[in-house]
């Protein structure tokens, strides 16, 4: 079955955004991050522009979830929702799960984030790949791309593994993230983006 899929999980400061941008332009897929949420927002009621504007970040779903049960009714009629608790941040992330699972079915896709290789494993035309580098590469990523502060970039990148691991802990009882989890695992430290690209476009050709 040829690949219709490919789910990107990623650290932050490894370049898989940028990774899943190239690879979705070369095997002609659509790129989809912000619209899994965007998406979810819609189906709870909620304006999609409130998600939109929230930082999007790895390490963000939490307040991402908590703005949607803030946000008050406007003038299009979204619904009020009370505050965020383990309840419904779980029914929340139920949403977003059924969203990742109605934009794999549509195919053609990159999926980046949201824990997708998760729920989606197992499904034919899939390719699950996981970006990542060590800590110390991503810190001086983000110093060189992003113009942080080293102290500031090192809190980010710890701050974001450690929502990374809660996560995937709470939501798919993933006590420890393997390798094995995943048919591709790339390493930005030595390999340049384009290249890591371009392998993750082979790979999903193999398929």
């Known amino acids: 079955m040829a690949c219709a899929v490919v ?3 990623r650290t932050l400061g490894a370049g898989g955004e940028e990774i899943g941008f190239a690879a979705a332009s070369e095997l002609g897929f659509r790129y989809a991050d912000e619209e899994i949420i965007v998406r979810a927002a819609e189906k709870a ?14 390490g963000l779903v939490t307040r991402i979830l908590d703005a949607m049960a803030r946000t008050p009714p406007d003038a299009a009629g979204y619904g009020v929702y009370p505050p965020a608790t383990g309840e419904s941040r779980d029914a929340y992330q139920g949403l977003i799960e059924r969203v990742v699972r109605e934009t794999a079915t549509e195919g053609g896709v990159v999926i980046v984030a949201h824990a997708a290789s998760v729920p989606l494993a197992g499904i034919g035309g899939l390719l ?3 970006v990542t580098a060590p800590r110390e590469a991503r810190i001086a990523r983000l110093v ?12 980010a990148i710890e701050e974001s593994d450690r ?5 995937l802990r709470r939501f798919y009882d993933v006590r420890q993230e393997l390798p094995t989890h995943y ?7 030595v390999l340049t983006i384009p290249a890591a690209a371009q392998i993750m476009v082979a790979a999903a050709k193999s398929i």
């Not at 009621?45 to 790895?58: Q, R």
Request: proline share 7%.
């Open 7 to 9: 789910t990107i999980s």
């Open 45 to 58: 009621g909620v304006s999609p522009e409130t998600v939109a504007a929230v930082e999007h970040t790895p």
């Open 128 to 130: 699950r790949a996981f």
């Open 144 to 155: 060189r791309d992003a113009g942080m502060a080293e102290a500031p970039a090192r809190k």
């Open 163 to 167: 929502q990374r691991r809660d996560y």
């Open 183 to 189: 048919d591709l695992v790339l390493n930005t430290d």
